[in-house]
């Protein structure tokens, strides 16, 4: 090899060499940017692979008795002083949490946790309640019981400001602080306004989901309970779903339907909702209304607030859409004290 | 014979050892300088820096942590500059990338170089007397807190999200990834990733510091360093350090060939106290073993003329006078929202280390280094940026990280009824306002508890003469705290249509 070709060979070499380090770098930005997707969905559209089964209780109590199976209530709703009682008497009013929660399960509940507040101020889901809805899927023979939420802030001052990391973890649940790569774009098919979004993948892969929130007012929804508080499996930028808000909360039920539903309303928040802050705002009916269906529980939760389902926008929406019924003489309720 | 005298010989062959667990500690500390604070955090290392400490009381600030800087300040009297060899974190990088230099100033050059730490004192004394703490930018410590801050923990951010994001590719490794991002989030990757205004200003920054060692070995140090200089100040009185035995040495140089700081003089035989860190390195490279240390040392100093001082210092002091008429000392901008707590702005760009703790434990990443609005003296000092993040209702920790209480501390309560700004609806913008549909974000998420955004159900004729009704919102000013909730959340793309403006202070 001659001097002149060592040379041209170097040259080419470091050329090469330049170009590939230029395309890593591009490489690299593209790889953080993908890493660091804020908006999450990625752009990808997946539909959902399995609807999570709507409960058909007579399916799936095992006819070991001969007894017949006794007729379910639509609703349970149960008051008394202790949060954590109320929320047993109600779920076993329903049939109790075997029903839902089958052995080896893999449960996801979702509390309201907006934002880290003293239980006292009704802001997020009672910590005592949450617990004990996850030691009753442990009961049930869950094989692990994860409790997620999408804080408005930061997931971690929330979570713990509210009290309900502690109350989980000490219940050997599992708090889930979501990042984005939990997110993954969802088609809506039945959804009017809201088509497709990003949201949480744990909802679809759980064997059951419990949507466990509070009650609480709401300047644009009126009341936010269950099906507001879906909002929280919402990824991406949620700051525009406020315009025809009232549509898109019942796109999102369409497709997002809980197992099993559980209103606290131990302590209920009736002004300055959702992030509220003063005791003033709190009133405490402590009640627990349980049930399988998101506009059913939230018809009945209004009464609460001395508003009738008719006056929530969206829940008129969701019983003209036959999401649920909304009409609470239509419905089995089973009242009692825990 | 000579390798018995290279034995190294003394506590000093801990030295490296030593250099590396405190910045081991350090940056342990750093870590652990997040929401929410436990009783260990960074701040007494930056507490205990004396320069530091010297600006907050020459301002009339005093916590009893500053007794451990006092007593830093006596150090030099017993053991030189030892601080600077043993313990300074940045003086341990700046040593590590200088390491295998051999490169050498002339001799004319070191003779002018070694003017330069009286002129720096003389600077920042200048500035301190005319209540800037802009010097405060070169100390080493707040240096250090600061690259880290703004540089290292956003790169494990990342990639440590990076790392989650390609395990979660592999199904059996997503369950376990789920589990490390909830125990690491908010402590060393973020909900949403870390971003600095700044980065590339201060990787420059400290790539230009370690980049003097091109000239010399840790020529920073030497030379240029205020905290150095502070502690050389001292050291000057000391009455113990290296002494050397004049009858054995034989002249051959090799310890002023080794000294890391320059401190041999007057043919060997004696030494700058202001500069030595008796790292002995000079006593291991001596093939005589005449070197050790003694009471007494011989002593040689500069001392520069009555002249220069007076020059200097004049110059000093109008450059204090300077920044004092500047314009931020009357004008503020009034986007320059500071933290809750923060003293008034004078005050604050006295006091403000400019060390970025309070960026490191904010777990919003709301609070972002100022670079023009508090003016180029007010570079690198807390503001809160709400594009980036909005105060947490449930944090006053970077009140409890500052070393010199720039940001004082606040009770969880106190922070959240203090006012640090006030919002302002742009209705030539907010979507109820201009748009004529439904929005109300701010109102939703503002956490004062008797909400500051109020909102008015109103008869409206939009632009296309349809008549509706349509909530808007106000804002109550007697409530607003400016934490920016409202202006963080506001959906209106890129600038919010709710803008925190700051409120006389």
Known sequence: ?338 | MPAEKRRRRGIHRFRRASQWTFLVLFTALLTLTVWPLGHVFLGAFLVGDPLIAANSIANGVWTWQMLIAVAMLATPLVIGRAFCGFVCPTGTLIEAAGRRSKRRLSAHARERWRTVPAFVLLGSAGLLLFASGFFLLFDPLSMLTRTATVLLYPFIDRMLRLIGDIAYLVPPLRSATDVATTALTGRLVFAVPRVYGLSLGVLGFFAAILGLNLLEPRLWCKHLCPLGALLGFVGRLAPAGRVVDADACIQCGACEETCPMDAVREGFLATDTSRCQLCMECADACPVDAISTGLRPRKSLYSPSRRAVVAGGGLALLGGFFTYTGLSRVARDARLVRPPGARREKDLLALCSRCGQCMKVCPTNVLQPSLSKAGLEGFFTPEMDYRVGACDWACSECGKVCPTTAIQPLELETKRTTRIGRAYIDQNRCIPWTDFKTCLVCQELCPVPEKAIVVTEDDVVTPEGVAMKLQRPHVVVDRCIGCGICEFNCPVAQESAIIVRTIDL
């Not at chain 1, 998101?294 to 003209?320: C, H, R, W």
């Open chain 1, 1 to 338: 090899m001659s001097d002149l070709e060592r040379r041209e060979f170097c040259r080419i070499l470091t050329g090469c060499t330049l170009i590939a380090c230029t395309g890593g770098l591009a490489g690299c930005a593209r790889l953080l940017d993908w890493s660091a997707d804020v908006e999450a969905g990625r752009g990808r559209v997946a539909t959902m692979a399995v609807s999570p089964p709507s409960l058909e209780p007579s399916a799936t109590v095992v006819p070991t008795e001969t007894v017949p199976v006794p007729q379910l209530p639509d609703l349970a709703v149960f008051s008394g002083d202790d949060p954590a009682a109320n929320v047993r008497a109600a779920v076993d009013a329903l049939g109790g949490m075997a029903l839902f929660v089958k052995r080896g399960a893999r449960v996801v509940i979702k509390p309201n946790v907006i934002t880290g507040r003293a239980v006292e101020l009704a802001t997020t889901t009672n910590p005592a309640a949450v617990a004990e809805v996850v030691k009753m899927a442990y009961e049930a023979g869950a094989a692990q019981v994860i409790v997620l939420d999408r804080p408005t802030g930061d997931p971690r001052t929330a979570f713990e400001g509210s009290g309900i990391a502690k109350a989980v973890s000490d219940a050997d649940g599992t708090v889930k602080i979501l990042s984005d790569r939990n997110f993954e774009r969802f088609d809506i098919p039945e959804g009017r306004v809201l088509t497709s979004w990003p949201l949480v993948t744990d909802i679809f892969e759980a064997d059951t989901f419990i949507n466990m929130p509070i009650g609480k007012t709401h300047s644009m929804a009126g009341l936010t309970m269950s099906m507001k508080n879906l909002m929280g499996i919402m990824g991406g930028t949620r700051g525009t779903i406020h315009q025809d808000f009232h549509q898109k909360i019942v796109d999102l039920a369409t497709l997002v339907k809980p197992h099993l539903v559980i209103l606290d309303a131990y302590r209920i928040m009736i002004r300055n909702g959702p992030t509220g802050g003063s005791l003033k705002d709190v009133r405490t009916p402590k009640t627990v209304i349980a049930g399988t269906n998101m506009p059913s529980v939230d018809a009945y939760g209004a009464t609460l607030f001395g508003q009738k389902a008719t006056d929530l926008k969206y829940l008129v929406n969701a019983g003209a859409q036959g999401v649920g019924v909304i009409d609470l003489s239509r419905l089995e309720i089973l009242k009692g004290t825990a």
